[in-house]
């Protein structure tokens, strides 16, 4: 399923985006607070296995692009991580740095929020942000998430929002 933002379209991912996404994706510097993928064949391997669970979950990240221009500047969405198991669904975004600080993130976040609250019934997802990007922090709130804990063996903080209820009008 494809979805349109006011400013975005996320689509899922095709093998001909993977060079596209490695521009940011295996950028240590871009990924500094995440996994950054050491090689072209490292990050075709993380979408393909993301794409692999969307045929069993029935979603996973999309690659983010401009409505304007079709130019790809992101990765995201929701997702059972299959490299690090165990947390439920959760939401993660990834944007080329060119793109840092103009909305896009919070856009995407709440894309899936409505995605998870009114197609997927989904009782709750979480996020996973690092303390010191106050960025990534200050997205989760603008989507309804809350602090949870710190997890130690992460060095994460471990955030968690509700299902929130479309309310009837009568």
Known sequence: MNIETARLILRRPVLAD????????GDAEAMRYTHA?????????RIAVHEWCRRCTGYAPWTIGMKTDGRIIGWGGLYDDPFEPGWGVEIGYYFHPSTWGRGYATELAIACTALA???????????FARPENAASRRVLAK?????????????????QRGRQHQSSVV
């Not at 989507?143 to 955030?159: D, H, I, K, S």
């Open 18 to 25: 993977v060079p596209k996404l490695f521009e940011f994706l």
């Open 37 to 45: 993928d050491g090689s072209l064949r490292a990050c075709r391997r």
């Open 117 to 127: 609250d009114h197609v997927l019934r989904l009782p709750e997802i979480r996020a």
């Open 143 to 159: 989507a309804g998430f809350e602090m949870v804990r710190f997890v130690p063996e992460t060095g994460r903080l471990l955030y």
